[in-house]
Structures are given as C-alpha cells and as structure tokens.
C-alpha cells in the first residue's frame, strides 16, 4: 500500500516538471519572439529614418551641383583673354602721345641692336631655367600700362619722368607693384629731345638735383636705364657724375646701349659695381616679323648665358609679339630686372 502511494505522487512530480520545462520553453520562445519583432520594428525605424535623411542630403546636393559646377573654370577664358588685350591696345592706338619718340631711333649702328658674338664654350649646365627679363621703356600713359598689364606675363615697365606731354606717369608708376625710370640722356644725333634730359656738361650738383628730384617722384625707383644717350653714355666725366648721383640715392644703372662707345661698364668698375646692360633690342625695325625674331634671338641668348635682357616699347606690333610668343617663353624663366640684377 505504502509504495502504490510512492509511485502515485511520484507521477505527480514528474508530472509537475514536464509542466514546468513546457511553461519555461513556451516563455523562452515569447521572449525570442518579442526580441526578434522589437528587432525588426527597430531595424525599420533606422532604416526610414536614414533614408529621409540621404534623400536631403542629396536634394541639398543638387542644389548645390546646380548652382556650383563641379568643374573648376579657368580664371579667364583664352577667348576673353584675347578680347580683353585687344581692347588694351586698341586703347593704346587712340591714345598714344603725338610726341612718343622711340629710344630706338637713336641707333645708327645696326649692331649695337644684338649682343657682341661671344666665342662658342662648352654648353653650361644650368640648375633652373634661364631668366629672361624684358623691359618696356617709354611707359607714361594709363592706356599703355593697360595694354602692357593685359599681356599676362612679367614685364618691367619703365616709365618716363612727368613732363607736359605726360602730366601722369609718375602717378602711375605709384600704382605699380615694381617699375623702373626712363632717364632722358643727351643724344648724338637726336632732335626731339625729352624735357630736363640730362645733358654732358651738367654739374654735378644739376645731375644730383635731378636724380634727387626723380628718387621724390618715383620713391619706389630701384633701377634707371638712359632714354637715347648716346653722347652722354659716352663721356666718362658724366657718367661718373651720374654713378654718383645713383649711388647716394641708392639707385641701380641698367645700359639701354646706345653707343658702342659707352662708358659704363668702365666708370662701374671703378665704383666697384656690376655693368649690367641690355642683350636685344625687340623693336629696332617695327615690322612684327621682325619683332618675333628678335625676341627668339633674346631667348637664345638667355639660354647660351642663363639670362638676358631685352628692350622693347609700347608699340602695337611689339606688345602684339610679345602676346603672340607665350608659348616660346615658357623655355626659360620670364622675370622682372630685379632677379637678374
């Protein structure tokens, strides 16, 4: 009797367990299940929510595509470029002083347009590229600073001193960055001569007065290079009193070479300072096939020597030449006076 009861409660038991692991897998499950669903609810939530915000970020996208190309236009089209440089020297054509004259009429001697020929070395070898610098002398007018500037390539300007002719040009040499002075100097065979040129039996207190009064004008003046000359640039005693005058108002002589009779390199060494002179003349003869052979002659020359200097003026087929021979110019380093001298 007694075991019948054992085995009665335990049935009961196991019963009650069986009862109890059902129970325990059926809340297992639920809880899997509430998971899973919370899971995916929150999955949904995420996802809309990502997707209305990259909707906006791209609408914000396209607006901005369509008001900023992604493309990066140049700062100027080569067409505007063009157009702008011609309007620059149409200006200079219609408002050219009547009383321009050209340094290079001056010359006589067909040489003195090119450097001496140098006897044929071994090719130097040169770290960077050579350096070209050209100058434009006879600058005196907005119009031709226009022109001049429009090229787009390093130029150094040298403008004449103020006269009544060209009431402006030290006004405009103030609004440059870096210029030069075009010193008018007394002529062998010149007869258009410049106001207050400088002249061979000047004192030196004149000379020095004049180049003090100049240094007032153009206070940023560095470099100075002789309008005509040739007589001047030729006579030891006024060149030295020149170098003088240069020297106490901290000024450098650039030689437009005249003359080959110059004495500038001489009275230089004497100063115990560098003769630095022009290379080519680019507009001795105004033709522009001319001008173009010239400034290939002035790149060759930089080339043979690691520098060079050519002069030029503000005439319509120089700048035109000069605008024309961008490509020829990128074999050497086109540079201002100053990093050559």
Do not use: C
């Not at 040489?111 to 100058?135: C, D, G, H, M, T």
């Not at 434009?136 to 001049?148: N, P």
């Not at 006269?163 to 002075?181: D, G, T």
């Amino acid at each position: 009797m007694a075991k019948h009861k054992k085995s009665k409660k335990s049935k009961k038991s196991k019963k009650s367990k069986n009862s109890s692991k059902i129970l325990n897998f059926i809340a297992w499950g639920l809880a899997l299940t509430a998971l899973t669903l919370l899971s995916i609810l929150v999955g949904y939530y995420l996802g809309s929510s990502s997707k209305q915000s990259e909707s906006k970020t791209s609408t914000v996208q396209a607006s901005v595509t369509k008001k900023t190309p992604l493309r990066t236009l140049p700062e100027k089209p080569k067409k505007e470029e063009k157009k702008s440089f011609k309007k620059r020297l149409q200006e200079v054509l219609n408002k050219e002083s009547k009383n321009y004259n050209s340094a290079s009429h001056e010359i006589e001697n067909e040489s003195l347009v090119n450097p001496p020929k140098v006897p044929v070395e071994q090719p130097k070898r040169y770290v960077s590229k050579p350096k070209l610098a050209i100058i434009i002398d006879d600058v005196s007018t907005r119009s031709q600073v226009r022109a001049i500037k429009s090229l787009g390539i390093p130029v150094t300007m040298s403008f004449l001193p103020p006269s009544a002719a060209r009431p402006n040009s030290a006004k405009l040499a103030a609004k440059q960055s870096f210029y030069m002075v075009h010193l008018p100097m007394e002529a062998m065979h010149f007869n258009k001569e410049e106001p207050y040129t400088l002249h061979v039996n000047d004192s030196q207190q004149v000379i020095l007065q004049r180049v003090t009064e100049l240094k007032r004008l153009f206070p940023k003046v560095a470099y100075i290079n002789n309008h005509t000359g040739s007589k001047f640039t030729s006579n030891e005693i006024a060149m030295n009193r020149l170098i003088y005058a240069f020297n106490k108002n901290h000024i450098h002589f650039i030689d437009s070479r005249t003359t080959a009779k110059t004495q500038a390199p001489k009275v230089l060494k004497n100063f115990g300072l560098k003769y630095v002179a022009r290379d080519v003349f680019l507009d001795h003869h105004m033709d522009k096939a001319y001008i173009l052979k010239q400034i290939k002659r002035a790149i060759a020359v930089a080339k043979a020597h690691g520098h060079a200097i050519a002069i030029g003026h503000p005439h319509k087929n120089t700048l035109e030449a000069l605008y024309e021979s961008k490509a020829l110019f990128k074999s050497v380093d086109l540079v201002l006076i100053n990093k050559i001298y």
